[in-house]
Structure formats: C-alpha cells, structure tokens
Nanobody
Framework: VQLQAFGGGVVQPGGSLRISCAAS????????VGWFRRAPGKERELASA????????YSATAVKGRFIISRDHAKNTVDLQMNSLRVEDTAVYYC?????????????????????WGQGTQVTVSS
C-alpha cells in the first residue's frame, strides 16, 4: 500500500484548507486511515480517523467540530476538511493506514497501530 498526502499550504487563522490522502496498491487490507499531525516541538497526535468503508469516524477533541474526515470511494482518497483553522493547527500532517481491526477507536490513537504512512504535508496557519 502506498499513501500520498497532498493539499497542504499556508492559510490565515479562521480559514479553511482541504488535504487528501491518496491510497494505491493492495488497499483491500486497509481497515482504518488516520490523519496524524506533528507540530514543532510537540509529540505526534491523531487528529482524525475513519474506517476505510467510511461507516465510522473519529475526531480528537482539539479538532472536533472544525475538521471533517471523509472517504471518497471513487478517487480512493481520505480527505480532511479543516475549517476555522487556528495557529495551533500548524503542523506536518501525515496520513496512515492500519490493517488492525478493532471495535473501538482507542488503539487507533497510537501511531503504532498503523502499517503504512504517507510522506506528510505541511499546513501553516499564520496571519
């Protein structure tokens, strides 16, 4: 499985940005896809995740109500629509895919549960 993240850029506080993760290869084994982010000087954290089928999703408290994760079956992408962006959302965003199957989201909060990673895309929120 290959993952390619794209769509990052510079946006003003309060603005919106959409980033996407394109999956290719043997994607039939994917169970969940997550968007992680690493801000300067901070630990990597999960922002949002979605079941590959698109049936269920998770958003961290920090982004809930502002970020929307979705699955585009036609394009084979997982998209993250980021609204009401804040300076503290500035980070490199990585998409990752997990084969691990769980009935709850807790295991997917850790990057250790993911098998494949994209290269990251920079999101900068600045005035």
């Amino acid at each position: 499985v290959q993952l390619q993240a794209f769509g990052g850029g510079v946006v003003q506080p309060g603005g919106s940005l959409r980033i996407s993760c394109a999956a290719s290869g043997h994607t039939s084994g994917i169970y969940a896809v997550g968007w992680f982010r690493r801000a300067p000087g901070k630990e990597r954290e999960l922002a949002s995740a979605i079941i590959w089928s698109g049936d269920s999703s998770y958003s961290a408290t920090a982004v809930k109500g502002r970020f929307i994760i979705s699955r585009d079956h036609a394009k084979n992408t997982v998209d993250l629509q980021m609204n009401s962006l804040r300076v503290e959302d500035t980070a490199v965003y990585y998409c990752a895919a997990a084969k691990f199957v769980s009935s709850n989201w807790y295991p997917y909060l850790s990057g250790d549960s993911y098998d494949y990673w994209g290269q990251g895309t920079q999101v900068t929120v600045s005035s």
